[in-house]
């Protein structure tokens, strides 16, 4: 099945009738097509695409090992339908334990997401996004500046604290190995002189901030999930267990956005976990709100 410009334009003016926010569509990539019918005669599809991720992978830090991700291509009717094909697909394939069905939809898509649920998938990630003026920080306690490699055992400790609070409340994994995988991908971003901040109080680091910039433009994986432009990208924001509560996470992102936007973004957008009872309430008072929904279920042969 080829999808078409008419496909493309179908779910391009759905995207845009259910949020001015989201990015038109774009193509498919390749993968196993599946396709059902409409009461009325017509047919929705979507590709399936399946990945198989190394043990000591970054990914593998908030995925399953084996994920199977539906790329749905349909307007406003039909996920209900194309869900039941999915089902009936996976109930043909081999999987393990580690390994999970995955769909991205727009949050404000409410129909699909009662379908969703139906089908057993939860809303387990959120891409949320912030656009307009930073928010001036109010004079605080708090010292912030940028990490260097020479501070990469100060502020593993902080990441790890984020990671494990995670893998509590989302779809985050704490895989043995994670504090290496996480040391290297964190020197690489310092290496490469990507935006990372440290919050200081009274000289003991306390807040930490792993960002970068992300210019979405044609043929990236980005305009997939945003417009055009160049975006902060909140990858990790981490506060000390210890020192939480004590607004010294309002203080250090009010200093992130100011940076960011001081470097030429139109907005910044991050993922949060719903379930998690802190940042869920965090972002929404720093001006995010949601974009996309990450459904999942886990292992994908619970999908139903």
Same mark, same amino acid.
């Given at each position: 099945?080829?999808f078409t410009d008419g496909a493309l334009d179908t779910q391009s003016a759905w995207f845009a009738r259910l949020d001015p926010m989201l990015p038109a569509a774009? !193509? $498919?990539?390749?993968?196993? &097509?599946?396709? /059902? *019918? @409409?009461?009325?005669?017509?047919?929705?599809?979507?590709?399936?695409?399946?990945?198989?991720?190394?043990?000591?992978?970054m990914p593998t830090l908030w995925s399953a090992l084996e994920v199977w991700e539906l790329h749905p291509m349909l307007g406003e009717h039909g996920m209900p339908?194309?869900?039941?094909?999915?089902?009936?697909?996976?109930?043909?394939?081999?999987?393990?334990?580690?390994?999970?069905?995955?769909?991205?939809?727009?949050?404000?898509?409410?129909?699909?997401?009662?379908?969703?649920?139906?089908?057993?998938?939860?809303?387990?990630?959120?891409?949320?996004?912030?656009?307009?003026?930073?928010?001036?920080?109010?004079?605080?306690?708090?010292?912030?500046?940028?990490?260097?490699?020479?501070?990469?055992?100060?502020?593993?400790?902080?990441?790890?604290?984020?990671?494990?609070?995670?893998?509590?409340?989302?779809?985050?994994?704490? !895989? $043995?190995?994670?504090?290496? &995988?996480?040391? /290297? *991908? @964190?020197?690489?971003?310092?290496?490469?002189?990507?935006?990372?901040w440290i919050g200081e109080r009274d000289g003991i680091a306390v807040a930490l901030a792993e960002c970068w910039f992300n210019e979405s433009v044609g043929g990236?994986?980005?305009?997939?999930?945003?417009?055009?432009?160049?975006?902060?990208?909140?990858?990790?924001?981490?506060?000390?267990?210890?020192?939480?509560?004590?607004?010294?996470?309002?203080?250090?992102?009010?200093?992130?956005?100011?940076?960011?936007?001081?470097?030429?973004?139109?907005?910044?957008?991050?993922?949060?976990?719903?379930?998690?009872?802190?940042?869920?309430?965090?972002?929404?008072?720093?001006?995010?709100?949601?974009?996309?929904?990450?459904?999942?279920?886990?292992?994908?042969?619970?999908?139903?």
């Amino acid at each position: 099945m080829r999808f078409t410009d008419g496909a493309l334009d179908t779910q391009s003016a759905w995207f845009a009738r259910l949020d001015p926010m989201l990015p038109a569509a774009v !193509r $498919p990539p390749d993968g196993n &097509v599946i396709s /059902a *019918a @409409l009461p009325d005669g017509t047919r929705v599809a979507g590709v399936l695409v399946q990945t198989r991720l190394a043990p000591d992978a970054m990914p593998t830090l908030w995925s399953a090992l084996e994920v199977w991700e539906l790329h749905p291509m349909l307007g406003e009717h039909g996920m209900p339908q194309l869900l039941d094909q999915w089902r009936r697909t996976m109930a043909r394939r081999p999987t393990g334990p580690d390994s999970s069905c995955l769909v991205t939809w727009p949050s404000r898509d409410v129909g699909a997401a009662r379908a969703f649920l139906d089908h057993g998938l939860v809303p387990l990630s959120t891409l949320a996004i912030r656009t307009g003026a930073p928010i001036l920080p109010s004079p605080g306690t708090l010292q912030v500046r940028r990490a260097t490699l020479r501070d990469i055992d100060t502020i593993l400790p902080l990441a790890m604290a984020e990671l494990e609070y995670s893998a509590m409340v989302g779809s985050t994994v704490l !895989r $043995p190995g994670a504090a290496q &995988v996480k040391r /290297a *991908a @964190l020197t690489r971003h310092l290496d490469q002189n990507d935006p990372v901040w440290i919050g200081e109080r009274d000289g003991i680091a306390v807040a930490l901030a792993e960002c970068w910039f992300n210019e979405s433009v044609g043929g990236s994986w980005s305009e997939t999930r945003v417009r055009h432009g160049l975006w902060g990208y909140i990858n990790s924001f981490s506060v000390a267990p210890s020192f939480r509560g004590a607004g010294i996470g309002r203080e250090m992102i009010s200093v992130v956005h100011r940076e960011l936007a001081a470097a030429g973004t139109i907005g910044s957008f991050l993922y949060f976990n719903p379930p998690n009872p802190l940042s869920t309430v965090f972002w929404a008072r720093q001006g995010y709100r949601p974009l996309w929904t990450i459904w999942e279920v886990r292992p994908a042969s619970a999908l139903r």
